[in-house]
C-alpha cells in the first residue's frame, strides 16, 4: 500500500524582526449573538406599551379602597396625594378621566377610547361574615 508523502517548506522567519502590527478595522459594532431558543419553548414578546390611562392610573398610585353603593355612588381612592371621594360620572381632578361605573369591588374608569377597571384589593376589603 502507498502512502502520501507531503513536502512542503515551511517559510522561513526572520528572528529579531518587528512583528506586524494589527489594527481592527473601523465601523465595527459589537452585538449579542442571538440566544438559541430551546426546543418547544416560546420566546417572550415584549410587554405592550402603557395606554395613557395606565400610565395615569401609575403615576398617580391609584388604588380603591373602598365604595358606597346608591342613588349616588361613590368610590374611594387612594393616590399619593391623598385620599379621593368620587361620585360616579366625575372627573380625576387634574385629568380627563371619567369614573364611568362603580362596582361593590371594582370602579371602571374611562379616557377617551380606552377603559380601566381597577379593583378593591381583597386584603383591604373588610366587612363582616
Known amino acids: 500500500m502507498l502512502a502520501p508523502v507531503l513536502q512542503a517548506e515551511a517559510p522561513k522567519t526572520e528572528l529579531g524582526g518587528t512583528p506586524p502590527v494589527l489594527t481592527p478595522p473601523s465601523g465595527l459594532v459589537e452585538?449579542?449573538?442571538p440566544?438559541?431558543?430551546?426546543?418547544g419553548e416560546k420566546a417572550e414578546p415584549p410587554p405592550p406599551p402603557k395606554t395613557p390611562l395606565q400610565t395615569l392610573v401609575e403615576e398617580r398610585g391609584l388604588k380603591l379602597t373602598g365604595t358606597l353603593l346608591g342613588?349616588?355612588?361613590v368610590a374611594i381612592l387612594e393616590s399619593k396625594e391623598g385620599y379621593l371621594v368620587l361620585p360616579v360620572g366625575s372627573l380625576l381632578p387634574g385629568s380627563e378621566a371619567?369614573?364611568?361605573?362603580?362596582?361593590?369591588?371594582?370602579?371602571v374608569l374611562a379616557l377617551k377610547d380606552?377603559?380601566?377597571e381597577i379593583v378593591l384589593d381583597s386584603m383591604q376589603a373588610g366587612g363582616g361574615q
Open 31 to 33: 452585538t449579542p449573538l
Open 35 to 39: 440566544v438559541q431558543k430551546k426546543e
Open 71 to 73: 342613588p349616588v355612588s
Open 114 to 116: 380606552e377603559s380601566l
Open 98 to 107: 371619567v369614573l364611568r361605573r362603580i362596582e361593590s369591588d371594582r370602579v
